[in-house]
């Protein structure tokens, strides 16, 4: 499997392209905004776009979905239903924020932990880890040690949980107990930054690091 990186929204959204490079078909993860940017991108590298996947509701990860399901014919698959509640507000949540006008939508498929979404061939692994929103989802490609986590972990930090419905204890869980298992070796898309692993976070991170769990 094959990510680009592109950064949306003035938040600087990690809006990913994931694709299989046999086929060259794909999907899009998390498309925040700037929907003629996205499909721009995806032309020009030769990937036709069959899935949106969305981490969580949150209106810079989620606001250009509709939109671009409806332009592609595509179907959304994720988050976790707990979400539904900021997907619903989402055009007014834009209208306060400043972001374009949002066409309300609905995920085709709601995610619970341990699904497997499927596009191009390729199958990628849901977890649930709430915290920063009730229903926010990481995938997981294992053959490529790749995680797309949203807002879930940052490199050297983690989500905020000060928004409705946040958990902080939720989150830290959900990071030792769902992301560490898959491995050290992961190479980890997070919602904003650059890109880090969970190994180096094991050691590094001073909200998630081993040793403060010792």
Known sequence: MKAAILPVTPFQQNCTLLWNDETMRGAVSDPGGDLERIKQAAAEIGVTIEKVLLTHGHLDHAAAAGDLARDLGVPIEGPHEDDLFLIETLPEQAAKYGFPPVGAFRPDRWLEDGDKVEFAGLTLDVRHCPGHTPG?????????????????????????????????????????????????????????????????????????ADENFA
Do not use: K, Y
């Open 136 to 208: 926010h989802v990481v995938f997981f490609h294992e053959p490529s040690r790749l995680a797309i986590v949203g807002d879930v972990l940052f490199q050297g930090s983690v989500g905020r949980t000060d928004f409705p419905r946040g958990d902080h204890g939720a989150l830290i869980a959900s990071i030792r107990e769902r992301l560490w298992p898959l491995g050290d070796d992961v190479t980890f898309v997070p919602g904003h930054g650059p890109l880090s692993t969970f190994g180096v976070e094991r050691r590094t991170n001073p909200f998630v």
